[in-house]
């Protein structure tokens, strides 16, 4: 079997790049898992990036116009007239992804492991039989641990976090996601709130699984019935290269991840446009380096993590008061981006008296943001 292009991985960033690609050139997918969807993931995806990228309208279960920021003494609320955010049902987004990559000509190969490279062809394992596949240009997606990664020898240089997610029954408002910075309870990370309706939410967090159980208590959703639980790994930080020779690293497998937030689909489908373009012009070598627009959100991205991490409950609630401010709210919501943080923290480090307040909490604020 030759193709052009073998992608490792049928999660939502192997699927997409599949429909860039499929029509144009010979296109396989393989897939470890014999469905698509499962994994942990709160679906929050940016809307402008959602349709720009024509990522699929009938994954969409809810859309967010703003959010609540909670912490231990301030609480805020950021508003616009459009939705801001989807949150989706992944299961849907991978199989409409793979339905239309299919029609357009691509082949699945599901319940198919990738196990390692020979001769420069992919030996992959489907029940007890093992078969290779030859293509022009092999494509990782195949999530943080990717063995293709491995295969290539990519070195990966980053904090490895754990994620704990649950569906539960509760009160919300719709159209809010909510965000709760409470270091007492988690030193890691953030809780959120994602309603899929006013009924049924995701909540989760990532770091010490008795941090969700602590902040349910004190969501007040400590008696809720939880419909679903699941855990999930992500990996914030580098992992290099993302091309050797023929080979290529996309998504989760290439550490495209917002270090701010944890979500890795807006980054790894952006990353996959890039890719087409290259692959299409057979020539992937500049992959990487045209993938500046993620690669500077990360770095950014990266500083704001190590920010967070040496901030005390203190701190934080001392840049919770000045973002609550009038000034700061407008700013923020005339100019935030879901998916562009760079241009998010610039807004507001422009105003000079905003900028003078976050400098008196900490110089520190300064030194790592510009
Ligand atoms: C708790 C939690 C919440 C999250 N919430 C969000 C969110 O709200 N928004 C967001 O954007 N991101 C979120 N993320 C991150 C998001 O899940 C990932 O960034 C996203 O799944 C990356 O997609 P991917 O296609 O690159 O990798 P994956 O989704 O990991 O897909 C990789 C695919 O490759 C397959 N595979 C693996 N190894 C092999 C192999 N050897 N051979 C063949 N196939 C293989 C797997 O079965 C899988 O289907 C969250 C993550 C966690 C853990």
Known sequence: MK?????????????????????????????????????????IIG????????????????????????????????????????????KVLERELAKRAMKRGAEYYMATSFLRFKNGRAVVQHLDSKFEIEAKFYVGADGVNSTVAREIGARTEGETLKGWELEILGNFRRERVEVWVNKDLNPEFFFWVAPINEEEARVGTFGPVDSLAKFLKLRRLDGGKIVEFKTGAV??????PWVKGNV?????AALQIKPTTAGGIVFGAYCARVLA???????????EK??????????????????FKRMSQ????????VLASEEAKEIIERSANFDDHVQTVKAILKSPRLLAKLIRISPMILRMLV
Not at 314 to 321: D, P, Q, R, W
């Open 3 to 43: 193709y052009d292009v073998l992608i490792i991985g049928g999660g939502p960033v192997g699927n997409y790049l599949a429909t860039l690609l499929a029509g144009k050139m010979d296109v396989a997918v393989v897939e470890r898992k014999g469905h698509f969807g499962g994994k942990a993931c709160t679906g």
């Open 314 to 321: 203190e701190n934080i609630e001392e840049v919770f008061e």
């Open 248 to 252: 290529a690293l996309l998504g989760d």
């Open 290 to 307: 045209e993938c500046s627009w993620v690669r500077n959100q990360i770095s950014f991205g990266l500083r704001v993590r190590k920010l």
């Open 235 to 240: 990996i914030l930080g580098w992992r290099r």
């Open 47 to 90: 809307a402008e990036m959602y349709e720009s990228l024509g990522l699929p309208e009938r994954a969409i279960l809810n859309a967010f116009n703003g959010a609540f920021f909670i912490s231990k003494k301030t609480v805020f609320e950021i508003s616009r007239k459009t939705p801001q955010a989807y949150l989706v049902d992944r």
């Open 277 to 287: 373009k290259g692959i299409l012009n057979g020539d992937i070598s500049r992959y």
